[in-house]
């Protein structure tokens, strides 16, 4: 600062009004100085950049003269210095606080005042107070159209919402007018932010270090120093310790599991930091991520503290599995993890026999086996059962009784496999055993059969039946020979309708069996419906067969009933004119069906009549 001294020398009071330009200031900058009286001047020297600088004072009166003073300078930075420009400070666990200080060094003759701030210039400074002005006021606006004015009236006034809103806008305008903009951090903070450093003397500055998450930590603050021409940027670091923990045994080898079935086991999670751990329980994604549950699950650990956690795995599907359990830290930067490997299996099991071997069988006829599943494994075991190529439903040739179930642990079940050839070959299968959860034919067990149709013999090829009455039925026994080591199965075809007007056949049996080296005799009933000869085939199929049908002649001679008369002459001898003599004829049926009969004369006669005209005996 330098002083200088105005006399007023005139005769009348001196109005004046000064100014100054470049980086100068002058105070007052006006004012009235009395007739024979003096009025000090002090011009401030404030440069912002170093190197010499120049001006000019200049004083107006009142009336209109003035005078001009040139002014020179030249500024120089003073040594004034910060202890060091990193600040490093000690690792921290989450929710603590570490400190670490550093000085403010005046070698110099003059007073240094200094302030932390939030931007690295003055220039900046104003940049952002333009931001926070221009957001203020679009704020501002946004609050005056919500809060309109009242309805117009004969008084209407600003609404009171409005007249807040103005007010707020006010008060946060001065603030950031006003405002240092010292420097700010959530995780670092410095004390004192401000103040002077006497000359040759020096100022400790506290930072202290609060990390709220893990991790490392970095902010930039600026210091303006009295004396510098421009802001020393000082850089603050530190490393947030998140709450650590660890499994004691990291690492479980379940070997051998059936699937299915719950394994559990227990871990231990410890705390091993200086500060409670909340955790929670995460399985890594995976084909069996799913299948492992945990009690409990979330939780916190105190410090040194530690917790028991029961692990329960339900294995899904057959293989090897390695899974990764991870404990989420909160707040921490790095997760502790326990790992689960293994392989599943399904049940085990056996059958009692290699394969079902059926045989020869015949065509048509039932063949059974039965063979038993037994459960080796500990957990219930569901199967299913089924063919290899077989038919549909309707027209399978095996049957498997039961084709589904459950075998309880350490148990068995029978099973029962029937057949039934629907088509002569040589059959070549296998029966397969799926088992849930593990996969399709798991187990295959061979099967094998033949099927065959033995050859029949005719050994009645006709059949005569001679002399028959008309609609009367005969019957006669047709003689089947099988001497095969297997039966074979017969079916009469039934008559066509149109072939019953001469004769008509059947059969009590006309569906049979012919067992193996036997004779097998079915009655064949004949009936005549015309007189006269009757020739007539009747065919026998083997089921299963290729072969032609067998064919049986049935032959007969059809005639209708037989009479015989007691006379063969009514004599009447002399008898006397217009008197009425009868005679008796009894006619005798000597046949095995009824007879119809009508008594007339070959001509009309007025001598002879009879009584009985039609008759059945």
């Known amino acids: 600062d330098r002083p200088v001294l105005v006399r007023n020398v005139g ?39 170093v190197g010499r600088k120049s001006g000019f004072l200049r004083i107006d009166y009142e009336s209109g003269d003035s005078v001009g003073i040139a002014l020179s300078g030249e500024a120089l930075e003073v ?15 989450i929710s603590l606080r570490s400190f670490s200080t550093f000085k403010i060094i005046n070698r110099s003759s003059v007073v240094a005042p200094f302030a932390f701030k939030a931007f690295a210039s003055e220039h900046d400074e104003a940049q952002a107070r333009l931001h926070a002005n221009l957001d203020l006021a679009s704020s501002q606006s946004h609050a005056a159209d ?27 305008l001065t603030q950031l007018t006003t405002d240092p903009l010292l420097f700010e951090d959530r995780i670092f903070s410095i004390a004192p932010l401000s103040g002077k450093v006497w000359p040759d ?13 893990a991790g490392p930590v970095a902010a930039l603050a600026y210091v303006e120093l009295g004396g510098r021409e421009a802001r020393l940027p000082l850089e603050l670091q530190g490393d947030g310790l998140g709450p650590t923990a660890a499994f004691v ?30 955790f929670a329980l995460h399985p890594e994604t995976g084909p069996c991520a799913r299948a492992f549950t945990f009690e409990p699950e979330t939780g916190t650990l105190p410090v040194d503290g530690s917790v028991e956690i029961l692990v329960t795995f339900v294995p899904p599907v057959i293989g090897s599995f390695s899974q990764r359990i991870y404990c989420v830290l909160e707040g921490a930067s790095s997760h502790p993890f326990v790992s689960f490997r293994g392989v599943v299996i399904g049940p085990t099991f056996h059958a009692d026999v290699d394969a079902l071997a059926f045989g020869q069988v015949s065509y048509g006829f039932l063949e059974t086996r039965h063979f038993s599943l037994y459960n080796t494994s500990e957990i219930p075991m569901h199967y299913k059962l089924h063919m290899e190529a077989d038919g549909n439903f309707l027209d399978r040739e095996f049957d498997v009784i039961p084709s589904h179930g459950t075998i309880a642990p350490k148990a068995s079940a029978q099973v029962q496999v029937d057949f039934m050839p629907a088509t002569v070959a040589r059959v070549s299968s296998a029966l397969q055993v799926d088992v849930e959860g593990v996969g399709t034919s798991v187990l295959s067990i061979p099967v094998s059969a033949t099927c065959r149709v033995p050859a029949i013999e005719l050994a009645t090829p006709l059949v005569d ?19 095969s080591d297997t039966p074979a199965k017969y079916e009469i075809i039934p008559q066509a309708p149109s072939a019953r007007a001469a004769a008509s056949y059947s059969s009590p049996r006309a569906k049979g069996i012919i067992e193996q080296f036997s004779e097998f005799q079915v009655p064949i009933a004949l009936v005549a419906n015309k007189l006269g000869d009757v020739n007539m085939p009747v065919y026998i199929r083997i089921l299963g067969s290729n072969a032609p049908p067998l064919e049986v002649s049935l032959r007969a001679t059809c005639k209708g009933p037989v009479l015989v008369p007691s006379v063969n002459t009514l004599n009447w001898g002399k008898v006397k004119v217009l008197t009425d003599v009868p005679l008796t004829l009894t006619l005798a049926n000597d046949s095995l069906i009824p007879a119809s009969i009508s008594a007339a004369f070959r001509r009309q006669h007025q001598v002879f009549s009879v009584d009985v005209v039609t008759y059945t005996i």
């Open 11 to 49: 005769n009348a009071p001196a109005r004046f009004a000064a100014s100054v330009d470049g980086p100068f200031r002058v105070s007052p900058s006006d004012g009235v100085v009395p007739v024979d009286d003096q009025l000090q001047f002090v011009v401030a020297f404030a440069p912002s950049t």
């Open 79 to 93: 040594n004034v210095r910060l202890e060091k420009s990193q600040v490093v400070l000690d690792p921290t666990f």
């Open 146 to 172: 919500a809060n309109p004015h009242s309805a117009p009236g004969p008084s209407s006034l600003p609404s009171l919402g409005a007249a807040l809103t103005d007010r707020e806008f006010k008060t946060k």
């Open 201 to 213: 003397s020096q100022v400790e500055v506290t930072v202290t270090f609060s990390p709220a998450m």
């Open 249 to 278: 045994r990291d690492y479980h080898d379940f070997e051998q599991v059936f699937i299915s079935a719950p394994i559990c086991t227990t871990v231990v999670l410890e705390n091993v930091g200086e500060i409670p751990a909340d």
């Open 465 to 483: 039946f001679g002399e028959v009455f008309i609609r009367h039925e005969y019957s006669a026994p047709v003689t089947l020979i099988n001497e």
